[in-house]
């Protein structure tokens, strides 16, 4: 070694020899590494090959689990797909292949895990045998969440320290298969294995069933349906589960003890009652209650909990099934596409991703009030919408989205060819749709930063509103301590006073989204998508109408503006109205606020050069000496605590020469003063 070093430093051309060659491997090892996650990408793009679950038993309803699967795929654009042997998963040698794991598993338990060419996705899977989970803790863990088709199943998982989550069953999304038609000839009544001897007693209800009282009830027993010259041939047993499913969705009515009869019937919407001795012992029922019965309570009804089913629904097409855990860019070479990601939920979090240019972007926002979320992607589209229409670039997505809400979006587009005199732009969106049902439970919810344009559209529907919201992040940073102290306080007493609840919520959407100036503007095009995006952030078992106050009295077809009174309402959706409130001028909304209830001097804040100085009210800034001023003019100067008093308001007011604020209400002024 000595002999190296005593050459080299003999030596400098050695050195610098040494030096570029050093640099050279770095350059080549970087761009190879670079090259091969490429090519990783593609092929992965490429090998998708999916499966289904299958088993040759005498259970029909494990066909309809495989049905099922298949038609979760369909809804997924996947037709393509492979079977495969649910009791050999462990012996599969085939290609590499994703497969959707639901149903009952696993008669014989040693055959698990699976090989290690299945990537397995855990939807509505039950798990019969506690030990299949004790013996593969790792195996789940490396696949978790695991999507459970019952709260015990869940539980189970829970015991040992693996992620899962209450999924439902898939047999509840059957109603979207196209081929299980509703027949003519089957206008029936059936009794699904419903025997005599059969004692059900649902709770403290004990049923004695008189098989003599439904003669005309057809029979079916599920349990002994399937042929035994069939009973090796999938797809004659598929046929066979088919033909089963066009009944119950042809049905009248039926009764039954089974739950692969009740859940498709519930997802077909036919008349059902379901009976059984063990209805709330049995662990296979644990979640599906409302599903079944509507509610919890003891009874036995014809139809399930609509809203309950449609949530299960919803939530299970939002599995996302890509056979990786990074995220494959399917547009990944394509510039003019972003596509956008299902946001994570953790805790009081929720943090939405969407891909640019093979760069991932991300923002959180954190409900410091008790809030639940929606995970739905309307926040991040909206977003992106005025980016996207100035730029050319498609929204891309396979997570669903509701479908008035980008219908709705469209309308937005004319607007901006008007206004940027621009007939070439356009609006692309591939996102699959979903249509949501309409939530029972209003929300009435303002936006609210104790400035003048909020006391008022409070004040004026002072009964309606339920809710107001403040966003920290927007006006006021975090770091900007005593200031969002005072202002957070201050909140807290107008919600106290008035009875509101507030939504407190704190976002990196302005810090951290910036695309360029074209569409995210903050003023031009940003701040009103930004606030409407919050609102899609929060709990979705509510209908909204969203009231968002704003400068009034200037003319819609002027200019663009973020938020704008022939925007705002188009980005509303089936549960969310956007409703522009601009009456009044600035110099009546200050009247209008100071007469309805002083107090609101007390708290009052609308200067927009507090960044630097942290001052609640700077009393040196247009808009400090604008409202000021207005506010001694209608007589309240003595209230006007949240300002400094001791200025000559009058000639501070006239010397400000270059504001469109002071300009525009000019003439009201003078009139006021003439009194
Ligand atoms: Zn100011």
Sequence with gaps: MSLIYSLMFKNKKVILLILILFIIIIILIYYLYKFNLKLEKFIDINKNEYGVIHAFTDNIGDDIQTLAAIQFLKKKRITNYNFINRETLNTYSGKPITVIMNGWFLHDWGKFPPSKNIHPIFI???IAHDIIIKNNVEYFKTYQPIGCRDIATVNKFKEYGIDAYFSGCLTLLLNESESIKVKEEYHKKYLVDIHKDWQPDIGNVTMNIDLEKYKDFEKIEAQNIIPTDIFNNINK????ATSLLEKYKSAELIITSRLHCILPCRSFNTNCIFIHNDYYNNKRFSGFHEVINGDNKLHNKMQGNKESIHKIKESLLNTNINNSNNNIIEHFNNDNIIEILKPKINDNTITYFFIYKGKEFSYETKFLSNEKFNNGIESVVTILLPFSILNNITLYSKVHCDKKFINNLYNILPVFKKMNKNNDLKLNIDIPLKENIIKKNKRIVSSFT?????????????????????????DIKNKQTELLNETKKNLEIICKMYNKKLI??????KNKIYLGHKGFDWGKYFHGPAIFSIIYSLDNNYNYEFIIPSSPGWDGNAFLWGSHPLLDKHYGSNNLTIIHDDKLTRVQKIKYIVDYDDICLKYLRVCYMNFNNNKYNCTNCAKCFFTLYSIKLHGYMDKAITFDRNIDIKSKFWSIKDSNLINQHKDEIMKLEKK
């Design 504 to 509: 407190l919520c704190d976002t990196t959407l």
């Design 124 to 126: 509505s899977i039950h």
């Design 237 to 240: 047993r598929l046929e066979l």
């Design 450 to 474: 104790l400035g003048v344009d909020s006391f008022y559209t409070l004040y004026s529907n002072i009964d309606k509103i339920d809710c107001l919201l403040f966003v920290i992040g927007f």
